[in-house]
Nanobody, 120 residues
Framework: QVQLQESGGGSVQAGGSLRLSCAAS????????MGWFRQAPGKEREWVAS???????GYADSVKGRFTISRDNAKNTLYLQMNSLKPEDTAMYYC??????????????WGQGTQVTVSS
């Protein structure tokens, strides 16, 4: 029903910036919730930020003040602006979407991920 594709990942030095994009296709009219998650090697997947329609739900404490989530409904694209990057931000970043989150934190659609590497 919905396909997601992340882009914009890469390798940057600490203190740098990067903007991730998530393009949605298919039955995008049904998408209400969208969010960003990340997973570093040897660690559990963690929530980064999410948005419901045009309202930001929130950010993880580790990224608050540095990252900004936004959404362009006309382009069916989700963004994550990352500033003041730290080596701890190094991870595979995933985009997720769901019509209503009927199952608590049960995101139905996922992208393949884009790698972000921050060197010191």
């Amino acid at each position: 029903q919905v396909q997601l594709q992340e882009s914009g990942g890469g390798s940057v030095q600490a203190g740098g910036s990067l903007r991730l994009s998530c393009a949605a296709s298919g039955y995008t009219y049904s998408v209400v919730y969208m969010g960003w998650f990340r997973q570093a090697p040897g660690k559990e997947r963690e929530w980064v930020a999410s948005i419901k329609k045009n309202d930001i739900i929130g950010y993880a404490d580790s990224v608050k003040g540095r990252f900004t989530i936004s959404r362009d409904n006309a382009k069916n694209t989700l963004y994550l602006q990352m500033n003041s990057l730290k080596p701890e931000d190094t991870a595979m970043y995933y985009c997720a979407a769901d019509p209503r989150l009927s199952i608590p934190d049960g995101w139905r659609y996922w992208g393949q991920g884009t790698q972000v590497t921050v060197s010191s």
